[in-house]
């Protein structure tokens, strides 16, 4: 203790370093997507084709999303990541960059025959 209170004393910093997993960002394919929509222009749903519902809260307001259609800008893949993929809107050519995705719904369960 006295160590460290003279380090302190000393103008020293002492640091503790915890190596901490990074949680990977989510991603979902594009070819898996069956529908989009905003009706704020703060969140995009995304449908599904397993019956999955996933929210992502896009980075900013994108207002022109809720009235024109958009392209993906992904380049060399076809995933859509949280934080990392953005769309352009094609009418008005506003840019939403994705936020993070919560899932709404799950896909329903595999039915036992």
Same mark, same amino acid.
């Given at each position: 203790?006295?160590?460290?209170?003279?380090?302190?004393?000393?103008?020293?910093?002492?640091?503790?370093?915890?190596?901490?997993?990074?949680?990977?960002?989510?991603?979902?394919?594009?070819?898996?997507?069956? %529908?989009?929509? +905003?009706?704020?222009?703060?969140?995009?749903?995304?449908?599904?084709?397993? !019956?999955?519902?996933?929210?992502? @809260?896009?980075? %900013?307001?994108?207002?022109?999303?809720?009235?024109? !259609?958009?392209?993906?800008?992904?380049? !060399?893949?076809?995933?859509?990541?949280?934080?990392?993929?953005?769309? @352009?809107?094609?009418?008005? %050519?506003?840019?939403?960059?994705? %936020?993070?995705?919560?899932?709404?719904?799950?896909?329903?369960?595999? +039915?036992? @025959?």
């Amino acid at each position: 203790m006295k160590t460290i209170i003279a380090a302190l004393v000393a103008g020293l910093a002492v640091v503790t370093v915890i190596a901490v997993p990074a949680s990977a960002n989510m991603c979902i394919r594009q070819r898996d997507i069956d %529908g989009t929509n +905003s009706k704020d222009g703060k969140n995009l749903t995304f449908r599904m084709n397993d !019956g999955r519902v996933l929210v992502n @809260h896009l980075q %900013g307001t994108c207002s022109d999303l809720r009235f024109n !259609g958009f392209v993906w800008n992904v380049p !060399g893949t076809q995933d859509i990541c949280e934080y990392q993929q953005s769309l @352009h809107v094609l009418q008005s %050519g506003q840019i939403c960059v994705l %936020g993070k995705f919560d899932v709404v719904k799950d896909k329903p369960a595999a +039915s036992a @025959h």
